[in-house]
């Protein structure tokens, strides 16, 4: 267990739909990052925050977006879903946020688009 | 741009045999390198990293990797498989110089076969 938590575990949905993903880092943690993993483009990186403000961004859709509260937790946006937004997203937390920093990965959200 | 590559897609290897998982990556320019291994249906778990100091690194579960410069790789080795080492391993690569997100290789199955 890495102590980051993911809700949900699953979600089905239809194209068109919007749906939120979130993410509670480990205790302490104050960055937040996003991957997605799918078949044809393996891990890739969305979006990073550290202590409430966005650190860096990655291969993130304009439809797809992102924020971290004052608690520390974070949500994933995902609008007008497609068929290809079906993947398993991963949240991740580390301490600093700093390149050499330790990421602890969350269990996944697995997300099926129909 | 920055970039990992996992030669191999897959390794198929017999129990208690040794294994090496490959990595090679673009730029060796103050990197950060990492192996995480994934089980199916499960977030990924840190084997072992490199952030300086010794070139041979030993993580867990008896994997060690050696960080090599000159060659831009960090190749993962165990001198003696199990079963349950069975598994998606990916290399990981963060930079000093602009994005400190993970960046990704596409992945290796090691399939260990009694």
């Known amino acids: 267990d890495s102590g980051v938590t993911q809700t949900p575990k699953h979600l089905i949905t239809a194209t068109g739909q919007r749906v939120t993903l979130r993410c509670s880092p480990r205790s302490g943690d104050l960055s937040v990052y996003w991957y997605q993993q799918s078949l044809d483009q393996g891990l890739q990186f969305l979006i990073q925050y550290y202590n409430g403000e966005e650190r860096a961004k990655g291969n993130i859709l304009e439809r797809f977006s992102a924020q971290q509260f004052p608690d520390l937790h974070s949500e994933l946006n995902l609008s007008s879903l497609e068929l290809g937004d079906s993947a398993l997203y991963f949240c991740?937390?580390?301490?600093?946020?700093?390149?050499?920093?330790?990421?602890?990965f969350g269990p996944g959200t697995r997300l099926t688009v129909l | 741009a920055q970039s990992v590559t996992q030669l191999d897609s897959q390794v198929p290897v017999f129990e208690e045999a040794p294994v090496e998982l490959r990595c090679n990556y673009s730029?060796?320019?103050?990197?950060?390198l990492f192996w995480y291994v994934q089980y199916p249906n499960q977030g990924l778990q840190l084997l072992l990293k490199?952030?300086?100091?010794?070139?041979l690194v030993k993580g867990i579960n008896g994997f060690e990797a050696e960080f090599n410069k000159s060659q831009t790789s960090f190749h993962l080795r165990k001198p003696s498989v199990h079963i349950s080492d069975t598994a998606e391993y990916f290399c990981?690569?963060?930079?000093?110089?602009?994005?400190?997100?993970?960046?990704f290789g596409s992945g290796t199955r090691l399939q260990v076969q009694p």
């Open positions: 990981a690569v963060t930079w000093d110089t602009g994005r400190r997100a993970l960046t």
């Open positions: 490199y952030l300086s100091g010794s070139t």
């Open positions: 991740a937390s580390s301490v600093s946020g700093t390149s050499g920093s330790e990421q602890f």
């Open positions: 730029s060796s320019v103050s990197v950060y």
